[in-house]
């Protein structure tokens, strides 16, 4: 499955989510999921009573699912909120960078390639633990394969959350994503809502959503975030009036539904760039380390807060 990279500097900065941390002993192995024309591997971990939620990961290039989730206080909080963590894994012979081929029309079109490997471990763990709800988060090249599985199967999901990635389609190949990357979809916030209409023409229900961006991002560029919180809120049918919070660091602009319920949020994070927020310094707020970034908003408490986890 591999594309051909060429090793920009701008790309290879974008796939070097470095891994360096070791796997837990608390993650199991998922097996007998079905077809996996996407060939990844996947593991889970679920907490020691019944859980009603599973919550799918999606890591960044060169990166461990399971570390991710250790590192970044996703882990902790599965144990605190209790819901289970299913974790996809990419493989490098899938791409030289481990990342998920989110620019690929080949593992990022409905029911092929990784998204069905995906949508599989999804429908076999949903069984295997009898859970209700289903949430998705990613990260950076997981963030975009995550805006590709909601926009695909928004049905399948209940709420969804996008860190440092893209909207969806923004690219069908290496050249369009790295534009895409650099300067943001070619594509009108139009044009991206009748894309995700066309493929669910039945579709009423648009999951929640959760963007979160570093405004100094270099790898990404966050007019991706911006046109995608736009891109949803116009696919829920979210109230075009937002709703601004500014914060010494931070700004967060909202959308909410005809009920008058959060629907859309966009989270913008001033001096930071390309990686998950972490904040050390409070209870599951994560750890700083690569493309693991310290500031006052731990993007894992937020995401699962965000959910009503």
Request: proline share 3%; charged share 15%.
């Amino acid at each position: 499955m591999l594309l051909g990279f060429k090793h920009t500097l701008l790309f290879t900065c974008f796939l070097s989510i470095s891994l360096s941390f070791h796997a837990s002993a608390n993650f199991k192995t998922l097996t007998n999921f079905g077809d996996n024309p996407g060939e990844l591997n996947v593991s889970y971990f679920q907490p020691k009573s019944e859980t009603s939620a599973i919550v799918v990961l999606l890591h960044g290039c060169v990166q461990n699912a399971e570390a991710l989730a250790k590192n970044s206080g996703f882990l902790a909080l599965a144990q605190q909120s209790n819901f289970t963590l299913l974790l996809p894994q990419q493989k490098a012979s899938n791409n030289v960078k481990s990342c998920f081929n989110w620019f690929s029309d080949l593992d990022s079109s409905k029911d092929r390639g990784e998204m069905l490997s995906i949508k599989n471990m999804i429908l076999s763990l949903k069984s295997k633990v009898k859970a209700q709800q289903v949430y998705i988060a990613g990260l950076s090249a997981g963030g975009a394969m995550a805006t590709a599985m909601l926009a695909n199967y928004p049905s399948l999901f209940t709420s969804g959350a996008i860190i440092a990635g893209l909207p969806y389609p923004c690219a069908n190949d290496l050249i369009k994503a790295i534009s895409c990357m650099r300067a943001g979809p070619s594509q009108t916030i139009d044009e991206l809502v009748q894309k995700a209409r066309s493929i669910n023409k039945k579709t009423q229900h648009w999951p929640k959503l959760l963007v979160i961006t570093g405004t100094e991002d270099k790898v990404v560029n966050p007019k991706n975030s911006k046109d995608l919180a736009l891109q949803w809120a116009n696919l829920s049918t979210a109230k075009a009036e937002s709703v601004k919070d500014l914060a010494v660091d931070h700004q967060i602009k909202s959308w909410l539904n005809s009920n008058n319920e959060l629907q859309v949020q966009l989270i913008e994070i001033n001096d930071i760039g390309h990686g998950m927020s972490v904040n050390p310094l409070i209870k599951h707020g994560g750890v700083e380390g690569d493309f693991l970034l310290k500031s006052s908003i731990s993007s894992a408490i937020s995401v699962v807060d965000f959910w009503g986890l």
